[in-house]
């Protein structure tokens, strides 16, 4: 059975663990000063009660920039990152925001084209802005306000 929760941050472990073992983005420490940020929401994409993968998004006024996202390796195309942009896509739009902005790098194929079959738009470049020296692309979508 496939669900969505709220993570909290006594979760912490499991986020950084998660991470560690795909795209080893943020440290624990990084990990502890998102969940303390004003307007981050953290939510988990479950099969039966194991977290298969994680959304971090930021609202600040009409927007929501996310700061996160991924699914464990295993579970790739099999539909649970579809399942959880979805769900962000219409919590957002629940939340009357005008758009969704992310970063990805360049070099990820597979991620450009899994934010571009959601409409999500390249609107600018970040130059050398990972750690591999990859450009970061910034992408953005519109949503629909009520």
Known sequence: ??????????????????????????????????????????????????????????????????????????????GFGTYLMSYLIEECEKLNLKKLILEVSHSNFSADKFYNSFDFNTVGIRRDYYKDGSDALLKEKKLRTK
């Open 1 to 78: 059975m496939i669900s969505i929760k709220h993570i909290k941050e006594k979760d912490i472990d499991l986020c950084y663990e998660l991470d560690s073992n795909t795209i080893s983005l943020w440290s624990k420490n990084q990990w502890a000063k998102e969940f303390k940020k004003d307007g981050v929401n953290v939510f988990g994409i479950l099969l039966s009660n194991l977290v298969v993968g994680i959304c971090v998004f930021h609202v600040v006024l009409d927007e929501a920039q996310i700061n996160f996202f991924v699914v464990n390796h295993k579970y790739r195309k099999k």
